[in-house]
């Protein structure tokens, strides 16, 4: 669980917050788990919605979390680019990405989450879901240039 609290945070102070109040709210919650589906699967819901929740009370602090743009959702060779990165330099890469990026790419690419079940969870729109993940990939691909994993 302290994984997924770490890929929606820049630190790992702010993961163990997340992880904690993760914590809290299972243990408060364990009684409506209906056996369905794994106790895991379960439990990483709900870290994956105490991390947005975090997301949404830092956002109002940041002036760097604008979902403006638009952007259409192509993009090419990226698969190939991140499938020659280890899982550990994959997660210290996005962990760099902006908030809203980063938000955005681990719930549509690592979580499994489309655009419209992101937008409503980030309470944005699914167009900008799309564009922020563009955005995400674009970035993160500039990094891995710059970083000479790939070549230019």
């Not at 870290?47 to 952007?71: C, G, M, P, Q, W």
């Not at 809203?100 to 499994?112: A, H, P, S, T």
């Not at 922020?132 to 070549?151: D, N, P, S, Y």
């Amino acid at each position: 669980m302290y994984a997924i609290c770490l890929r929606y945070c820049h630190d790992r102070d702010q993961a163990l917050d997340i992880l904690q109040d993760g914590f809290i709210k299972v243990f408060n919650k364990v009684h409506t788990y209906q056996s369905q589906g794994s106790f895991e699967g379960w439990m990483k819901k709900i870290f994956i919605h105490t991390a947005i929740n975090h997301y949404h009370k830092v956002r109002h602090l940041s002036e760097n979390l604008l979902f403006h743009d638009e952007v259409p959702d192509t993009y090419s060779d990226q698969h190939d680019i991140i499938s020659k990165l280890t899982e550990r330099e994959l997660l210290k890469l996005i962990s760099t990405l902006p908030d809203g990026y980063r938000m955005v790419f681990n719930l549509y690419v690592i979580e499994g989450y489309d655009h419209e079940e992101i937008a409503k969870m980030l309470g944005i729109t699914a167009s900008t879901s799309r564009s922020q993940l563009v955005k995400a990939r674009k970035t993160l691909q500039k990094k891995l240039k710059e970083t000479k994993i790939i070549a230019a």
